[in-house]
T-cell receptor, first 114, second 117 residues
């Protein structure tokens, strides 16, 4: 069966420091991969999605970036964190969209920027 | 543009009572609709989905939802709520292109469910 792993689970970083959050999917190949951010009372905001290695689409311009160096690995990064980057970050995957596959989420990373 | 509205930010029900969480969507064609549940500090778990066919769909944990095209609604229901159902619930619609080149979803802002003993 397929599983998705996100780490770290929690992270406290000072303003201006770099960020790297990692997500990996097991048990499938060529998944679509997504990064969402969830802020309190604001629902989920799609940040990036990827349909293949090195194919990244950005939904929201900001100081975050994403990379997909391997088929089942998706990384969210920042060179310099802002206070507004605090939130709950969720990685998700689904399969070939022609099969109408729903999104499957990881357990998230709680990021606090101080 | 597509959008999802969950009118109720917070609902409190007594254990054993029935539950209905409201969801309204804006979409020009036949939508792909989902309900997810999120426990505190956790990711989202899929409860059920609607793509086509029978407008009443059954999900996990005793939940069901009914698609009503005339009302642009996809309300989630459960006949008898358990204390373990306390969580936040999100309605979502497939973004434009879902089923084609994209697979991302547009989410409502969520409804937090509290259960009184």
């Amino acid at each position: 069966s397929q599983t998705i792993h996100q780490w770290p689970a929690t992270l406290v970083q000072p303003v201006g420091s770099p960020l790297s959050l990692e997500c990996t999917v097991e048990g499938t190949s060529n998944p679509n991969l997504y990064w969402y951010r969830q802020a309190a009372g604001r629902g989920l905001q799609l940040l990036f999605y990827s349909i293949g290695i090195d194919q990244i689409s950005s939904e929201v311009p900001q100081n975050l970036s994403a990379s997909r160096p391997q088929d089942r690995q998706f990384i969210l990064s920042s060179k310099k964190l802002l206070l507004s980057d605090s939130g709950f970050y969720l990685c998700a995957w689904n399969l070939e969209v022609l099969n109408n596959s729903p999104l499957h989420f990881g357990n998230g990373t709680r990021l606090t920027v101080t | 543009a597509q959008s999802v509205t969950q009118p109720d930010i917070h609902i409190t029900v007594s254990e054993g009572a029935s539950l209905e969480l409201r969801c309204n969507y804006s979409y020009g064609a036949t939508p792909y609709l989902f309900w997810y549940v999120q426990s505190p500090g956790q990711g989202l778990q899929l409860l059920l989905k609607y793509f086509s066919g029978d407008t009443l769909v059954q999900g996990i944990k005793g939940f069901e939802a009914e698609f009503k095209r005339s009302q642009s609604s996809f309300n989630l229901r459960k006949p008898s709520v358990h204390w373990s159902d306390a969580a936040e619930y999100f309605c979502a619609v497939g973004a434009l292109g879902y089923g084609g080149s994209q697979g991302n979803l547009i989410f409502g802002k969520g409804t937090k469910l509290s259960v009184k003993p």
